[in-house]
């Protein structure tokens, strides 16, 4: 056991009267990792930044001691600090886009630290950007280095942002939800580059809210939970014998195929009648069984049908698919003057009331997809039908009617709010559109609120002050007060915490089973994908490589680039 680099002994950490953290104590040493866990809120960011002096402004930080290869960080100057940060610490963030320069090339971002730190050449300093950028998984290097971060996806923006941290070696190394952004075989890659850079005698502390993750690299892990620990071990005992009951319910969350069919949250199913004024109230409502789903390589066994057709009624017929896309392409112009074909001849189906899966890494055309089924891009070729009726490619005139019938919940809901709104003129707006009269919208706005488990005094919050959870939520209830048949997710839990992920996932069942709403669910996350979807297809390069019942492609995948993906889902616990 070598001699701790960073000791970090009773750390508390207060803003005002209100304690983030209180009473952390751990030690980093070369070579290992230490894993912070815990839900928003629970100090684990504010501990790792402590290690920076980047608390924050009114913060007050204690602690019996905390050091850096045995210098007392309580008592550093700024100056000391500036010479610590990027060279002797370094941290990476979770939101790249945020962190980066908007005005600055990729390429110079992730050397800033080695001009910084060092006398390397410019011409060095290109080299060893390129070097790191080939390291994380960027493909090419140097094509990207040239870029800037908004000509990047967020994936490629997040893994040269672990590049940069990189860059100077440093010999700590805080890396703060680093995986959150990214499809799971470039997630793998930064795992085991991650774990180089430990074996190679690096210090790593480890902050991160998915335990599948924390359990490939950590050496110990701390629960956190209100700032304070509640359990602390080695992965195998705090992942396979939790003692606490805070992990138990974070180990519960997690989703699977194990978990297909069940609740996550705990909690029990939310009523979600629809108001008398309902344009829909002559459908069915009815749960289909699973989506249709026709690709040039696969139809699907299973079609959408009510209960009576499932039961083999006789004479009975699936009802016809409520979305279906035909021979989809898409080309944009690559900045080098060459082009991208970034979606190619892609088809399928969805039926009414199921959920179809849409997975792939970065690059892979989901998003695009997603963008033609909305009729928010045009397609080169291909169409889209909605409920029957031509959607894509249609003049905006004809589509703006029939809009409220295929609705959005994205990644990243505070970016498609307008900060100056309270959540009250955000979902009186949709309301608006859904034809409800201007006396009604509050009280409609405040049932739609209690239906997704929010109260209805956060009407008259903005969405600043509101939880990622709480954000995702108002945005879910915007896109169902326009009552929909139909709800493209595009990443919608990919930035959430696992229990708040669960009551979102659980929220997401409910509409299915109550409203008979359809999926497009669009994600990297193949856990998540197994358990909410009934169908998957499996893009690659703009194309669908494989496409099936969910449980046939995870359990007996046909095509190499789908094995690739499901080998490379972290699981608790698969490190010896």
């Keep these: 056991m070598s001699r701790p680099l960073v000791r970090v002994r009773d750390l508390s950490v207060h803003f005002g009267d209100t304690a983030a953290v209180e009473g952390v104590s751990f030690d980093l040493e070369p070579g290992r990792c230490v894993a912070l866990v815990g839900e928003s809120g629970s100090g684990k960011s504010v501990t790792g930044r402590s290690l920076l002096g980047l608390v924050g402004p009114g913060s007050r930080v204690q602690a019996d001691e905390l050091s850096l290869d045995g210098s007392d960080l309580r008592s550093f100057s700024e100056r000391e600090w500036r010479r610590v940060r990027g060279g002797e610490v370094a941290l990476v963030l979770q939101d790249a886009l945020v962190s980066l320069d908007p005005l600055v090339r990729i390429g110079s971002q992730v050397t800033d630290a080695v001009r910084v730190h060092s006398d390397a050449t410019r011409s060095a300093r290109r080299a060893r950007a390129l070097s790191l950028l080939a390291d994380v998984g960027v493909p090419e290097p140097e094509l990207r280095a040239a870029q800037y971060p908004h000509e990047l996806s967020g994936g490629l923006r997040q893994r040269a942002l672990i590049a940069s941290a990189l860059a100077a070696s440093p010999r700590v190394l805080i ?170 001849d892609v088809s399928f189906a969805l039926g009414r009331g199921s959920a179809l899966g849409v997975v792939g890494e970065s690059g892979s055309g989901k998003s695009t997809v997603a963008g033609i089924v909305l009729g928010l891009t045009d397609p080169d070729a291909g169409t889209v039908e909605l409920d029957g009726t031509p959607w894509v490619p249609a003049p905006e005139r004809l589509r703006r009617p029939r809009r409220h019938g295929i609705q959005v919940i994205s990644q990243d809901p505070l970016g498609s709010f307008d900060p100056r709104h309270t959540v009250e003129a955000i979902v009186s707006e949709a309301l608006a559109q859904a034809g409800v009269h201007r006396r009604e919208r509050r009280e409609r706005a405040a049932s739609l609120l209690e239906q997704v488990g929010l109260d209805a005094t956060l009407l008259s919050r903005h969405p600043l002050t509101l939880s990622g959870g709480q954000r995702q939520r108002v945005a879910i209830v915007r896109a169902l007060a326009v009552e929909p048949d139909v709800l493209v997710c595009d990443e919608p839990v990919s930035a959430l915490d696992v229990s708040v992920q669960a009551q979102v996932l659980d929220l997401l069942a409910d509409l299915r089973a109550e409203l008979g709403i359809s999926l497009l669910f669009i994600s990297h996350d193949l856990g998540v994908v197994r358990h909410v979807a009934d169908d998957v297809v499996v893009m690659r390069g703009g194309r669908i490589v494989e496409a099936g019942p969910v449980d046939t492609v995870f359990d007996d995948p046909r095509h190499p680039y789908t094995r690739e993906l499901i080998h490379a889902i972290p699981t608790l616990l698969t490190r010896p």
Aim: proline share 8%; no cysteine; hydrophobic share 40%.
């Design 175 to 344: 890396a703060d939800e680093p995986t959150t952004a990214l499809d799971v075989t470039v997630q793998r890659q930064v795992l085991q580059l991650l774990g180089r850079v430990r074996e190679a005698g690096t210090a790593l502390l480890l902050i991160s809210h998915d335990l599948a993750v924390v359990a490939q690299l950590a050496d110990e892990i701390l629960v956190l939970k209100d700032g304070r620990v509640v359990e602390r071990g080695a992965p195998r005992e705090v992942l396979t014998a939790p003692t606490d009951p805070y992990t138990r319910r974070l180990i519960a969350a997690i989703p699977s195929g194990r978990t297909r069919g069940e609740r996550l949250s705990g909690a029990a199913s939310v009523s979600l009648a629809r108001a008398p004024h309902s344009r829909a109230a002559g459908r069915t409502g009815v749960r289909t069984e699973a989506p249709s789903v026709a690709t040039p390589a696969f139809t699907a066994s299973r079609a959408a049908a009510p209960a009576a057709v499932a039961a083999g009624a006789p004479g009975a017929r699936p009802p016809a698919p409520v979305l279906t896309a035909h021979g989809l392409t898409k080309t944009y112009r690559r900045p080098d003057g060459g082009r991208l074909r970034a979606v190619d």
